[in-house]
Nanobody, 125 residues
Framework: QVQLVESGGGSVQAGDSLRLSCAAS????????MGWFRQAPGKEREFVAL????????YVAASVKGRFTVSRDNAKNTVYLQMNSLKPEDTAVYYC??????????????????WGQGTQVSVSS
């Protein structure tokens, strides 16, 4: 079992940066593949980025490639999402999620076992 708590969201202007953090409880965090998703009002939850358990492989959605970077610090049980050059279309609730198998590398929300409560990111033009 793992509990996830996101932080770092806020209201910013287009072009600004934010860094989201996701703090995890549980001794097996380092074994989990971690993902970031987002959900805008009236839209389905969509994949943003993932990082393997050792942090040696990452994958980001095409819509954020070159602007967003995912990283993790297993010693701190924390995964990060660095978001640069933010756009109004990045406005959403951002969620971190854990894949306890550590292996799926999936972009589908249903393949993740644990979810945080989300943090709001609002970008104005």
């Amino acid at each position: 079992q793992v509990q996830l708590v996101e932080s770092g969201g806020g209201s910013v202007q287009a072009g600004d940066s934010l860094r989201l953090s996701c703090a995890a409880s549980g001794r097996t965090f380092s074994n989990y593949l971690m993902g970031w998703f987002r959900q805008a009002p009236g839209k389905e939850r969509e994949f943003v980025a993932l990082i393997t358990w050792r942090g040696d492989n990452t994958y980001v959605a095409a819509s954020v490639k070159g602007r967003f970077t995912v990283s993790r610090d297993n010693a701190k049980n924390t995964v990060y999402l660095q978001m640069n050059s933010l756009k109004p279309e990045d406005t959403a609730v951002y969620y971190c999620a854990a894949d306890s198998s550590g292996m799926r590398r999936s972009v589908r929300p249903r393949d993740y076992d644990y979810w945080g409560q989300g943090t709001q990111v609002s970008v104005s033009s």
